[in-house]
């Protein structure tokens, strides 16, 4: 890229992290988030509407398709800001989706979809911790983020060596709900074949790299989330006294902090460098390697973070008024979603061989 | 098996140790609550009454307390055979600030009448009291309490709040640690006061903690006039008297039982999401459950310290630190290893006990609770390793 092009490519990165200040304002409470709480469906249906006004259903699809069609940077710098916010509406599986339906030509409900008309959940998932896609005919498909506000799901299926799309109407398949931590919800869906739609005949690979993208986003949500909380840690550190000093005088205190300020560092670093491999065209083994490597450091630093930050506040750390808490729950949620840490560095390793010196 | 016969309470701390246990165990069985084994949240008074006042009857509230003041009398040692039992039964705490905290306090430093008084209220159950140190500005460095006592005539006037008082709701009365001299060095201007709940200015407030459950509260004392007979022990000496019951809470939170919970929790989970085979996961949990072997055999030390009739040092810290952070390793590993399954809030289907994001999150406060872990390890290294400042 020439520094022209760097400096187009920083801005447009910076005007989508802005942007978000509508939904998630820099500084501000979370009344809204708070609210929302294990009310079904666990998020705001009219701000997800404004968020595809917004362009950020479609981030990523092709301008001829109806996106926005910005790259993967973008996406994971606007997933940062709504982490910092812990905003609940289901933007990574419904972006998730919108990329399938781009991936078959546009079909089925991707225009409703990318105006935030409906929400659309891709039922893949057949066991915990994977992402393998199976695509049984007969398998429940576990864990769909924020299923009880669903109205439609796509539905993976193998048919001979490929996999191919289905559309489900959600009302002819209510999905068992679960609430999660974070005041959201999981759904498992009996698949129900007699009301399915047949959208496109081979999704495999579209599919695999919308999960790919999925999981580098949401490791980018957690790095805003524990940024944040890590801030909130550090405010405290400043201003809480005992003993007669700021408790940030304690050498003991100054290093914890030292520590999680490099786990911050080291997830920034990660996710920024496989963002831009994947705005490369990093693809195959170079492509797994690195989101793997952003997501197994995400979730890990996000639960390491987020406990410290607890226990840096006390008492106080532990109480539902406190934000703290709010931010150690979605880590909870989202640390193994798309794959846990383990999972991660596994393929990990899979995908990149050892460097000989 | 043969039945096993319950012998009296008073003759329960003759018995041998190892017949003591079997007699715990064969009590539980007869009398513990099967709803109640392993709770997933710290109950509330209406949920354990029955369990508290069963306890009463038998006469067996208060196993630490000396015969002659309505307990079992058992050597410390056998407490602790007492609670490894209750912990491997799943056995709920209680309400017990009572039964621990402030009935040892005032068989050793209470008047008579205040024994007459107070004592035989707690081991009917009449009596339930609640923890009043902790203020908003006095949590680590207690010391720092503002809450204040001043005497008018007969009463003292109490002004002031308290912070993160555990069920504070359920109880009816609540000893404090108040100031009653500003102008001594800060130690030196505390004492010890016994509240009745009831009195008018006390409002009680619930805070909702991380588990989304009601347990601790903030209390505050608006001119609440307390009878001078009230006092436990001498005027602004109530930091020693308080401070003395530390070391023995110590040990009872160093207790390897809570860790050993977790790891069963962890090989069930771990098999349930079949990692239970991968060597990467056999040593990790090896580590763990070394970790906690190790850590039963110091705890035995101390135990055997115990039994010697020795009292214990400011080392014993280490019990809390390694006992807590194991407990939140353990949890830590559960979590990571359970995939989405740890997001949720309820239990696992299929297996009430495996409530994985519900123990992450208990495991939290045990490093904050009970003298903070970075607390314990300012004692370890002054007062145990002498490092200078
Ligand atoms: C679940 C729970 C139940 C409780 N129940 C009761 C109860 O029934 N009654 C009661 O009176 N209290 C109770 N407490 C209060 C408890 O004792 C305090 O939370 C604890 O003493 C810490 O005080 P704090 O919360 O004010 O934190 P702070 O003292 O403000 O500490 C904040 C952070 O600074 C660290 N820190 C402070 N000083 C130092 C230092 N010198 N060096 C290094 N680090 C330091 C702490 O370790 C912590 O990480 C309870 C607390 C919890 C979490």
Redesign the pocket.
Known sequence: MSAAETDDRAESIRMIRDSAAAVAPRGGDLKRVRDLRWQDPGFDAGLFRQMGEMGWIGLRVPEALGGAGLGVAEMCGLAEELGAGLVPEPLIPCALSAQLLAACGGKGRLPALLAGDAVVLTAWQERADTLEVPGSPDAPRRFLPMAAGADVFLLPLREGGRLALYELPAERCAPAVERTQDGGNLGTLQPNLQDATKLADDVGTALADALDEAALVTAAYLLGGMERAFAMTLDYLKT?Q??GKI?GT?Q??QHRAADVRMQVALTRASIDSAAAALDAGAAGDARRAAVSRAKARAAEASLRVTRECI??????G?TDDYDAGLYLRKAMVLANQYGSASLHRRRFMAASPEVEE | MDAIRIPPPAELDALEDEHFRQVVRAFLHANYPEDLRNPPKRLHWAENKGWYLRLAEAGWLCPGWPKENGGLGLSPAKQIILTEEYERHGVARTND?GIVMLGPLVIKYGTEEQKQRFLPKILTGEHIW?????EPG?????AALRTEAVLDGDHYVVNGQ??????AMDANWIFLLVRTDKAAKKQEGISFLLVDMQTPGITVRPII?LEMHD??CEVFFDNVRVPKENLVGQLNKGWDMAKALLGFERIFLGSPRQSAYALSRLKILAERMGVWEEPAFQDRYARLRLDLEDLKALYGTYVDRLKRGESLGPDVSMLKILQTELFQAITDAMLEIAGENAGLMEPMEGNRDLNIGGLYIQAR?AT????????QR?ILSKNVLGMPG
């Open positions: 809480r005992q003993f408790i304690f003991a205190l226990q840096l506040h006390g008492g106080i532990y | 600030h609640c923890q009043g140190y902790s006095a949590g680590s460095d207690l308290k912070i993160w008082t555990t069920l903690n347990e601790f406060p904050i609770y009970g003298g903070s872990n970075e607390i300012n």
